[in-house]
């Protein structure tokens, strides 16, 4: 993969992946972390996320339940000019899950350092928003 027109963020995630894989792949779970967002059930159905200003739309591409979710992903009204994917991959590790997000496809420079910083940034509150919920879990458990 050429790291200069692809955006990859990996962390290991304190939440098993029966935890992080709604908030990867509903709609709900994705507007936990990302934006207020439609992801179809079916491969081929339109994704839609509401980013402010701006929305993203695209396609999804694959579902393999629960590891990996993949769409395509463009702007509205400002289109990146070709072709990009988002993919995660939860990896199972027991109590752990281990979260790839990669969006690949994009133009180097200003344009890949833009989506670089989105993910980021969106990145962490994924993780932070899964490992509050498997918190939550625990506690509702054990009491």
Same mark, same amino acid.
């Given at each position: 993969?050429?790291?200069?027109?692809?955006?990859?963020?990996?962390?290991?995630?304190?939440?098993? &992946? %029966? /935890? /992080?894989?709604? =908030? =990867?792949? @509903?709609?709900? $779970?994705?507007? &936990?972390? =990302?934006?207020?967002?439609?992801?179809?059930?079916? /491969?081929?159905g339109r994704v839609r996320i509401e980013f402010v200003p701006a929305a993203a739309t695209g396609t999804l591409l694959a579902v393999d339940s629960p590891q990996h979710v993949s769409f395509t992903f463009d702007w509205d009204g400002a289109p !990146?000019?070709?072709? @990009?994917? /988002?993919?995660?991959?939860? !990896? %199972?590790? $027991?109590?752990? @899950?281990? =979260?790839t997000l990669r969006h690949v496809g994009l133009p180097g420079g200003a344009v890949r350092d833009r989506h670089d910083a989105l993910w980021r940034e969106r990145f962490g509150r994924l993780v932070r928003v899964a490992e509050e919920a498997a918190r939550e879990r625990r506690v509702a458990s054990a009491g």
């Open positions: 993969m050429d790291e200069r027109h692809s955006v990859q963020l990996q962390a290991e995630v304190h939440a098993p &992946r %029966d /935890v /992080v894989w709604p =908030l =990867l792949s @509903t709609p709900d $779970g994705l507007g &936990r972390w =990302l934006e207020p967002a439609e992801i179809p059930a079916a /491969v081929g !990146i000019g070709q072709p @990009t994917v /988002v993919a995660f991959d939860a !990896i %199972d590790h $027991g109590a752990a @899950t281990h =979260l």
